[in-house]
């Protein structure tokens, strides 16, 4: 029997929809993981030999040329002025890269390099005379390997989510911070600790999952924020521009359940004190006794130290709380101070620079009943979360 033209045609679009509707049940389940930012992270550096094994078959590419790398099969890379070697090739440029065929599957692939394993691929590149390792890896794959580092993994379920949303929202923030070097961040806490494979842990891997590619923004078309973050805060959290800059009207002082949280001290014999501040016979040291939340003219809005006048019986000088913390390795600059004829003492509270999320403070609020968004609003003020992806 044939068909009019007009039945063929409804037909088709008939078709046509049933296959839309068939592809997005399907694609649907897959979507979180169809895209998400690379990061190029540099994990290791002045190399002049490597070996490598990748869990998967994948491609060493260099220039025009690919060679198949096979699964457990060990590469021995040589590097020379001009090229590396690898099983007898030479092969010239200042870029070389391990990747998958398909880029889908670049999140399944696991290289070691040297010993330590990364999730992602690896790139080598020229830096005068040797190498610099960079590990190419999906923004998700990435936090594997951080938010354990930067938070115990055995902490309250929404801390864990909260510090895996600033982590995320600080990489892709800061992503271009080492572009000079060829790469977007490093493994210190310059930028965030990582630890590529080693410390990945469950508890981490469900806080990722459940975030998955939600990231903080203050405005809904504006740029992603900064987020930065630190152990604790001691009690108060600060005002960014007692730190860096112009003030950022998310990065306001917060308190904090608790004060006089992580207390430490630390005595300074006075002839070390003298020889690093520039001063002969120190005999007076001047600075507001420490308050939460009281600013005066030599401590900020949160109590932390703004300046200290340090005086000899024929001169004097300010020195900033993160001049003293920075000379004297101190824990925060948080702190009251207590000349003697022998020692200045410093006696604080905290750990770190005091901006943004505080983890310990966190954690107190998790264990309190709050959830992650709470917490993030608390300390990145009026910010709102978006899935970037």
Not at 302 to 325: C, I
Request: hydrophobic share 40%.
């Amino acid at each position: 029997m044939r068909l009019k033209w007009g039945a063929i045609v409804k037909i088709k679009i008939l078709v046509l929809a049933l296959t839309l509707i068939f592809a997005q049940s399907v694609y649907a389940k897959d979507a979180p993981s169809s895209w998400q930012p690379e990061l190029k992270i540099g994990v290791m550096f002045n190399l002049k030999n490597a070996t490598i094994l990748t869990n998967s078959d994948c491609f060493f590419i260099a220039k025009d040329k690919k060679v198949r790398i096979k699964k457990g099969e060990v590469l021995a890379i040589t590097f020379n002025a001009s090229h590396v070697e690898i099983k007898g090739n030479k092969f010239e440029g200042e870029l070389w890269e391990i990747r998958p065929d398909d880029p889908r599957k670049l999140k399944d692939l696991v290289f070691r390099i040297n010993g330590k394993s990364y999730r992602g691929g690896l790139r080598l590149i020229r830096k005068g005379n040797a190498m610099t390792a960079i590990n190419v890896i999906p923004s998700e794959e990435y936090l594997r390997g951080v938010v354990p580092e930067e938070m115990p993994p055995l902490w309250a379920k929404e801390a864990l989510k909260a510090q895996t949303v600033a982590a995320r929202t600080f990489a892709l923030k800061n992503r271009h911070r080492h572009k000079k070097d060829g790469y977007d961040l490093c493994t210190s806490v310059h930028c965030q600790v990582y630890s590529g494979q080693a410390k990945e842990h469950e508890n981490s891997d469900a806080a990722i999952r459940e975030t998955y590619g939600e990231v903080l923004f203050a405005m809904p078309n504006g740029p992603i924020i900064d987020t930065p973050f630190h152990t604790d805060s001691g009690g108060m959290t600060e005002n960014n521009e007692a730190l860096w800059g112009v003030g950022i009207p998310y990065l306001r002082a917060a308190k904090e359940l608790e004060e006089k949280t992580k207390p430490w001290d630390k005595e300074i014999p006075l002839f070390e004190f003298e020889k690093k501040v520039g001063l002969k016979d120190i005999k007076k040291i001047e600075l507001s006794k420490l308050e939460f939340g009281k600013r005066t003219k030599d401590r900020t809005v949160s109590g932390r130290v703004k300046q200290v006048l340090v005086a000899s019986e024929k001169q004097s000088k300010f020195l900033t709380g993160a001049e003293l913390r920075n000379l004297f390795n101190l824990s925060s600059t948080l702190f009251d101070m207590e000349l003697s004829s022998k020692s200045v003492k410093f006696s604080g509270y905290g750990i770190g620079h005091g901006v943004g999320l505080s983890q310990w403070g966190a954690k107190a609020f998790a264990e309190n009943g709050m959830n992650y968004k709470d917490i993030l609003v608390h300390y990145y003020k009026k910010t709102f979360i978006k899935k970037l992806y």
